[in-house]
């Protein structure tokens, strides 16, 4: 009897440990379509399903807003500052950036996701935590944007074919006129 119950409890502590990696793997899907959304509705030229997360992070943080600016016409401060504490998540990533379907540019960058609130935050709202500041400074020299080696390949065959063909024009130009 004591065995039975024994398997019984280990086959549930087994299934119950197999579903939540599959729960934490849904959660992420999710959150790579929100940021997939994001990234095509905000950065220009995005080519889509192209970023890959570099690394993430998460937190129960503070998140400071700014909800109503001050006016500066007036004399008095009519700035209202929310504060509250949500979880908070950053991701860096790399993405693609595809211009003219020809040239693409590989872009490293941050974003903040408020889970509780489900939207995205800038840097100023949430950098006032210290863990986030100190991920933040773990990757800030990472940020660039540069060009993919085919396309600077690309790009300096366009740029000798704008030198070279009028050399060559010049040349068999010249080649006709010196023979009369």
Same mark, same amino acid.
């Given at each position: 009897m004591k065995k039975g119950i024994c398997c019984f409890l280990f086959a549930v502590l087994l299934s119950v440990g197999s579903l939540m990696p599959a729960k934490a793997a849904d959660a992420?899907?999710?959150?790579?379509d929100i940021l997939e959304e994001q990234l095509r509705s905000t950065v220009h030229y995005y080519n889509e399903n192209s970023f890959t997360v570099i690394d993430a992070y998460g937190m129960?943080?503070?998140?400071?807003?700014?909800?109503?600016?001050?006016?500066?016409?007036?004399s008095e401060n009519e700035e209202v500052i929310e504060e509250y504490t949500?979880?908070?998540?950053?991701?860096?990533?790399?993405?693609e950036q595809k211009r003219d379907d020809l040239f693409i540019f590989k872009k *490293?960058?941050?974003?903040?996701?408020?889970?509780? *609130? *489900?939207e995205f935050l800038t840097a100023s709202n949430v950098l006032g935590n210290e863990s986030i500041r100190e991920f933040f400074e773990r990757y800030v020299d990472d940020i660039e944007k540069s060009i993919t080696p085919i396309s600077k390949l690309l790009f300096l065959f366009f740029l000798s074919f704008i030198i070279t063909v009028p050399l060559f024009i010049m040349i068999f130009q010249n080649r006709g006129r010196s023979k009369t």
């Open positions: 992420e899907r999710e959150f790579e129960q943080g503070k998140v400071t807003k700014i909800v109503t600016a001050d006016d500066p016409q007036t949500s979880h908070i998540g950053i991701v860096f990533l790399e993405m *490293k960058d941050f974003f903040y996701y408020d889970f509780d *609130k *489900k």
